[in-house]
């Protein structure tokens, strides 16, 4: 059974930086990709950046273009999102999910297979 852990996440203060874990197993990922989600409080979940299978692409919402960078090490089968600059807006519960698809790369909810339970971000101002 594929599972996905997530961690690092926590209280920052506004222009601080946190890095997210996400740690697969259950099966090889390397042909897969890996993104990130976020869902705010009393909003729907969204797209935050996406990195294809061998980690040559990588796809950024525009909000945190600059700010945020995401990685994977296919031989710990983990992704990563490092976040800098932190604003109160990225406040959220962040999620990692893995492509449904071998080599497809997609930045849509239908476009990933599996989740993680998710890791609170919380940035103050």
């Known amino acids: 059974q594929v599972q996905l852990v997530e961690s690092g996440g926590g209280l920052v203060q506004a222009g601080g930086s946190l890095r997210l874990s996400c740690a697969a197993s259950g099966r090889t990922f390397n042909s897969y990709a890996m993104g990130w989600f976020r869902q705010a409080p009393g909003k729907e979940r969204e797209f935050v950046a996406v990195?294809?299978?061998?980690?040559?692409?990588?796809i950024y919402t525009d909000s945190v273009k600059g700010r945020f960078t995401i990685s994977r090490d296919n031989a710990k089968n983990t992704a990563y999102l490092q976040m800098n600059s932190l604003k109160p807006e990225d406040t959220a519960v962040y999620y990692c999910?893995?492509?449904?698809?071998?080599?497809?790369?997609?930045?849509?909810?239908?476009?990933?297979?599996?989740w993680g339970q998710g890791t609170h971000v919380t940035v103050s101002s």
């Open positions: 999910a893995v492509g449904g698809q071998s080599y497809y790369t997609g930045v849509s909810d239908a476009d990933f297979g599996s």
């Open positions: 990195i294809n299978w061998s980690g040559k692409r990588t």
